[in-house]
């Protein structure tokens, strides 16, 4: 056996000495290079990388995974100098009215009189981004929601009042404006449609309002939806450390651009486990050209047409080889859906050729696409593929759908109703063959809150009388009985409650 192990150790340094003489003959028939050279090269060199490893992409440039110790040494600072003085901190203030403990006990209010608490400030930190040198920013709806006052720090220490010009609670997405004589530092918005998972990504930030931080990490998957932190269901995940008061941050690709805005991450201690969620980059810039455009809200384009997902048994039932594309499951009369030629049955799986893998990635290509021009959907009918033009119409005739506030000392003091439409009931994710009233929001600390009332909720029937239109609805809140009986349609279910109010 040492026989053996000699005889293997002589065999290994004759083909080492092999290998060194046959790089000094390379480098020297190279123009006299140097075996250290060579040596060098093959610890190094990235030219020889695999060729699976170097992927094109576009403008030019080369995607590939490090290989080499040159590419190891390489640094992200150049990067973060460009990006980070775009990235802001937001301070969101506003004044809640503290109700006492006592508020309503009669034997208290008799001796002491109606209990008066000071008012309490409620603040919140999240994170922006400038996105035009104007001082145009972006960050999340729930960073700024309910605020009264809000405050924008820049990276160098500049404090700014700012403006909301635009919010949309379903989105989770905000614009502010702030104001000064000289160009902001900003950064643009990539194209987000170009990302692929393993992607390099930085994310820009202010976790825990210890001050501005930057993480890096891959996309780690696209399209995800069911994360539950908004109506919208298509959001970049990605490992790059997201914390509390990164919300509204940037996340930047390797160009420099905002590729998603930092929004959510999945956590059972508070802190980050390398799941967090950005939206788009490509539905940002949507709601940013709507707020330049003057718009309060981001108006939703109109299909008129409701999906369902395509189940393992509906896709082996329509002959598809997987489950994949969102099912038509209702369309609206004299929609945009009709005149495109789409019918109940139809599976769409691709839009304007990008693949359909469920209902929300549909919708997300729906938001983002413009008013103005045609697209073209690809869908399965029949077993057959087919192509079908459409041009989106806007949501609603005039923007907002016409709200009424419900008043008086009835159960339903505080709730916010309009009534119900296609367009409406599209935005509010309802089938669209819903009519009647529905309850769009409800007040904190409100008798509507109180008796378990929530936004989506379709009005029926009070004190025996059938709702069908708001104003009805906002005569007979204004009851001054204390006898309350009314039925509520909530996920496809009737509701029916009596009370003493």
Same mark, same amino acid.
């Given at each position: 056996?040492?026989?053996?192990?000699?005889?293997?150790?002589?065999?290994?340094?004759?083909?080492?000495?092999?290998?060194?003489?046959?790089?000094?003959?390379?480098?020297?028939? =190279?123009? #006299?290079?140097?075996?250290?050279?060579?040596?060098?090269?093959?610890?190094?060199?990235?030219?020889?990388?695999?060729?699976?490893?170097?992927?094109?992409?576009?403008?030019?440039? $080369?995607?590939?995974?490090?290989?080499?110790?040159?590419?190891?040494?390489?640094?992200?600072?150049? *990067?973060?100098?460009?990006?980070?003085?775009?990235?802001?901190?937001?301070?969101?203030?506003?004044?809640?009215?503290? /109700?006492?403990?006592?508020?309503?006990?009669?034997?208290?209010?008799?001796?002491?009189?109606?209990?008066?608490?000071?008012?309490?400030? /409620?603040?919140?930190?999240?994170?922006?981004?400038?996105?035009?040198?104007?001082?145009?920013?972006? %960050?999340?709806?729930?960073?700024?929601?309910?605020?009264?006052?809000?405050?924008?720090? *820049?990276?160098?220490? @500049?404090?700014?009042?700012?403006?909301? +010009?635009?919010?949309?609670?379903?989105?989770?997405?905000?614009?502010?404006? &702030?104001?000064?004589?000289?160009?902001?530092?900003?950064?643009?918005?990539?194209?987000?449609?170009?990302?692929?998972?393993?992607?390099?990504?930085?994310?820009?930030?202010?976790?825990?309002?210890?001050?501005? %931080?930057?993480?890096? #990490?891959?996309?780690?998957?696209?399209?995800?939806?069911?994360?539950?932190?908004?109506?919208?269901?298509?959001?970049?995940?990605?490992?790059?450390?997201?914390?509390?008061?990164? =919300?509204?941050?940037?996340?930047?690709?390797? @160009?420099?651009?905002?590729?998603?805005?930092?929004?959510?991450?999945?956590?059972?201690?508070?802190?980050? &486990?390398?799941?967090?969620?950005? &939206?788009?980059?490509?539905?940002?810039?949507?709601?940013?050209?709507?707020?330049?455009?003057?718009?309060?809200?981001?108006?939703?384009?109109?299909? !008129?047409?409701?999906?369902?997902?395509?189940?393992?048994?509906?896709?082996?039932?329509?002959?598809?080889?997987?489950?994949?594309?969102?099912?038509?499951?209702?369309?609206?009369?004299? =929609?945009?859906?009709?005149?495109?030629?789409?019918?109940?049955?139809?599976?769409?799986?691709?839009?304007?050729?990008?693949?359909?893998?469920?209902?929300?990635? +549909?919708?997300?290509?729906?938001?983002?696409?413009?008013?103005?021009? $045609?697209?073209? &959907?690809?869908?399965?009918?029949?077993?057959?593929?087919? $192509?079908?033009?459409?041009?989106?119409?806007?949501?609603?005739? !005039? #923007?907002?759908?016409? %709200?009424?506030? +419900?008043?008086?000392?009835?159960?339903?003091?505080?709730?916010?109703?309009?009534?119900?439409?296609?367009?409406?009931?599209?935005?509010?994710?309802?089938?669209?063959?819903?009519? !009647?009233?529905?309850?769009?929001?409800?007040?904190?600390?409100?008798?509507?809150?109180?008796?378990?009332?929530?936004?989506?909720?379709?009005? @029926?029937?009070?004190?025996?009388?059938?709702?069908?239109?708001?104003?009805?609805?906002?005569?007979?809140?204004?009851?001054?009985?204390?006898?309350?009986?009314?039925?509520? $349609?909530?996920?496809?279910?009737? +509701?029916?409650?009596?009370? @003493?109010?």
């Amino acid at each position: 056996m040492r026989m053996r192990s000699d005889f293997l150790r002589v065999v290994a340094l004759v083909v080492a000495v092999g290998v060194i003489a046959t790089g000094a003959a390379l480098a020297q028939e =190279s123009g #006299g290079g140097t075996l250290r050279g060579f040596l060098s090269g093959l610890l190094k060199s990235d030219a020889d990388a695999p060729a699976e490893l170097q992927a094109p992409v576009s403008d030019g440039a $080369e995607r590939r995974v490090p290989f080499g110790r040159e590419d190891i040494q390489l640094s992200f600072a150049p *990067l973060v100098r460009e990006t980070s003085p775009a990235v802001v901190n937001v301070y969101a203030s506003s004044t809640v009215q503290v /109700r006492s403990p006592f508020m309503g006990d009669p034997f208290f209010e008799q001796f002491f009189g109606r209990p008066q608490m000071p008012p309490r400030v /409620r603040s919140s930190l999240g994170s922006g981004v400038l996105v035009d040198p104007s001082g145009v920013i972006v %960050t999340n709806n729930h960073v700024i929601s309910d605020a009264d006052e809000v405050k924008v720090a *820049l990276a160098d220490g @500049r404090e700014f009042e700012s403006e909301i +010009l635009l919010k949309d609670k379903a989105l989770d997405l905000a614009v502010l404006k &702030i104001q000064d004589d000289e160009a902001f530092p900003a950064v643009q918005l990539g194209d987000s449609d170009a990302l692929e998972v393993g992607d390099l990504v930085l994310a820009i930030g202010n976790p825990f309002g210890v001050g501005q %931080t930057t993480t890096s #990490g891959i996309v780690s998957a696209l399209a995800r939806s069911h994360v539950g932190v908004s109506d919208f269901g298509f959001f970049i995940q990605t490992d790059a450390a997201i914390n509390p008061g990164n =919300s509204g941050g940037a996340l930047i690709d390797m @160009r420099g651009q905002v590729i998603g805005i930092n929004t959510a991450i999945v956590s059972r201690s508070g802190g980050s &486990i390398g799941i967090g969620f950005a &939206i788009p980059a490509n539905m940002v810039r949507a709601v940013v050209n709507a707020a330049l455009d003057g718009a309060e809200t981001f108006e939703r384009p109109f299909f !008129g047409a409701s999906f369902d997902p395509v189940t393992a048994q509906i896709a082996e039932a329509l002959g598809m080889d997987r489950p994949v594309g969102a099912l038509v499951r209702e369309i609206a009369p004299e =929609s945009p859906a009709v005149k495109a030629g789409l019918r109940p049955g139809d599976v769409v799986v691709a839009m304007d050729d990008a693949d359909i893998q469920h209902p929300d990635a +549909l919708e997300y290509r729906l938001v983002t696409h413009p008013l103005e021009d $045609e697209g073209v &959907i690809r869908i399965l009918r029949d077993g057959n593929t087919q $192509e079908l033009k459409f041009r989106l119409e806007r949501l609603s005739d !005039g #923007g907002e759908p016409q %709200t009424l506030q +419900l008043d008086g000392q009835g159960p339903f003091a505080g709730a916010s109703i309009a009534t119900l439409s296609p367009r409406l009931a599209q935005r509010l994710k309802l089938p669209l063959n819903k009519k !009647g009233v529905v309850i769009l929001d409800v007040e904190r600390r409100s008798p509507a809150g109180s008796v378990g009332l929530r936004p989506g909720d379709i009005i @029926r029937e009070v004190n025996g009388i059938e709702i069908e239109d708001a104003d009805t609805m906002q005569v007979v809140a204004r009851d001054t009985g204390r006898r309350w009986a009314f039925a509520i $349609e909530r996920d496809g279910r009737i +509701l029916r409650q009596r009370l @003493r109010f």
